[in-house]
């Protein structure tokens, strides 16, 4: 079992920055493919990012390709999401998976989810 815990949502001005964490617990980190999603009111839960084991390949959501960057220590448990040039449709929850294979944007295909973090930006 995997447990995720994400931080660094907040408040911020579009145009600004934010760099949410998503620490895991449990088994080996480095055997999961990451992802991170995120839900707005109303709206179904979309793929934002995603990134393979040892951190070689990553995915964009053409949303956010440019503007976002998926990273991950597997050496500290953790897989970040930096979120540049922030606009006001970035609005909603964010939320990091897992799962033990290559790196989807399918939120059913993966096995572990974090409880999610909060990001509203303003215009």
């Known amino acids: 079992q995997v447990q995720l815990v994400e931080s660094g949502g907040g408040l911020v001005q579009a145009g600004g920055s934010l760099r949410l964490s998503c620490v895991a617990s449990g088994r080996t980190f480095s055997s999961y493919a990451m992802g991170w999603f995120r839900q707005a009111p109303g709206k179904e839960r979309e793929f934002v990012a995603a990134i393979s084991r040892r951190g070689g390949i990553t995915y964009y959501a053409d949303s956010v390709k440019g503007r976002f960057t998926i990273s991950r220590d597997n050496a500290k448990n953790t897989v970040y999401l930096q979120m540049n040039s922030l606009k006001p449709e970035d609005t909603a929850v964010y939320y990091c998976?897992?799962?033990?294979?290559?790196?989807?944007?399918?939120?059913?295909?993966?096995?572990?989810w974090g409880q999610g973090t909060q990001v509203t930006v303003s215009s």
């Open positions: 998976a897992g799962r033990g294979n290559v790196g989807s944007m399918y939120a059913h295909e993966y096995d572990y």
